[in-house]
């Protein structure tokens, strides 16, 4: 029911899907997951773009000195994740995160939804 009234709109494309799969390996080392669940209407960054967006918003000074300092990408934390046997479960807004969203689940042996 709750998801049913968000809309999407606005944005400037791709998301930092990294960071929150990033955070998801930082949780587990703590207090281990079973599974995460992702959410989204568009895909995630390519490292390219990553290191783009840190050059636009405050700068690689800024993130060199953030807990974030280094470029992080999204294949790497899957790669993290699956290691540890967690799913990622993809749910997608947009079809234009269609093929991101199921590259993510199927490369740590999660399912893909349109919602």
Do not use: H
């Amino acid at each position: 029911m709750f998801l049913r009234n968000i809309e999407t709109c606005g944005g400037i494309s791709e998301e930092a899907i990294e960071i929150g799969l990033n955070y998801a390996n930082y949780e587990y080392d703590i207090f281990p997951i079973s599974k995460v669940i992702l959410i989204g209407d568009a895909p995630s960054n390519t490292k390219n773009q990553s290191i783009e967006r840190r050059k636009e918003y405050k700068g690689e000074k800024y993130w060199k000195k953030s807990k974030y300092n280094d470029v992080i990408e999204y294949k790497n934390e899957l790669k993290l994740l699956k290691s540890k046997n967690v799913p990622v479960n993809t749910f997608y807004l947009d079809a234009c995160a269609k093929k991101n969203f199921e590259e993510i689940a199927k490369e740590t042996d999660g399912e893909c939804f349109s919602l």
